[in-house]
């Protein structure tokens, strides 16, 4: 199988910055998306970025000019830079990937979550 394992989550004031990191590790053969939800109390998980394999990017609308995905094949990583953070970006954030297993298997694998709160 596929373990997620993310990093850089914390407590950051308004306007200030973070930077998420998710490795992949397991049974890989190849990883097509790479991608970063969230989740806030009471909401339902939401995209905030997604890359592809080949670099195509998806942003939430919320996030676009402020966040940066980027992702290294060689390396099975994902990070996310996350600049002029607001309270609202307040949330659990989740890796997620999905591709192939070296056994042929597709699947789609989640993180365990990392807090992200922005307060003063």
């Known amino acids: 199988q596929v373990q997620l394992v993310e990093s850089g989550g914390g407590l950051v004031q308004p306007g200030g910055s973070l930077r998420l990191s998710c490795v992949a590790s397991?049974?890989?053969?190849?990883?097509?998306?790479m991608g970063w939800y969230r989740q806030a109390p009471g909401k339902q998980r939401e995209l905030v970025a997604r890359?592809?394999?080949?670099?195509?990017?998806t942003y939430a609308d919320s996030v676009k000019g402020r966040f940066t995905i980027s992702r290294d094949n060689a390396k099975k990583t994902v990070n996310l830079q996350m600049n002029s953070l607001k309270p609202e970006d307040t949330a659990v954030y989740y890796c997620?990937?999905?591709?192939?297993?070296?056994?042929?298997?597709?699947?789609?694998?989640w993180g365990q979550g990392t807090q992200v709160t922005v307060s003063s």
């Open positions: 397991g049974s890989i053969f190849s990883i097509n998306n």
């Open positions: 890359i592809t394999r080949g670099g195509s990017i």
């Open positions: 997620n990937t999905d591709g192939f297993l070296r056994d042929g298997r597709w699947v789609n694998n």
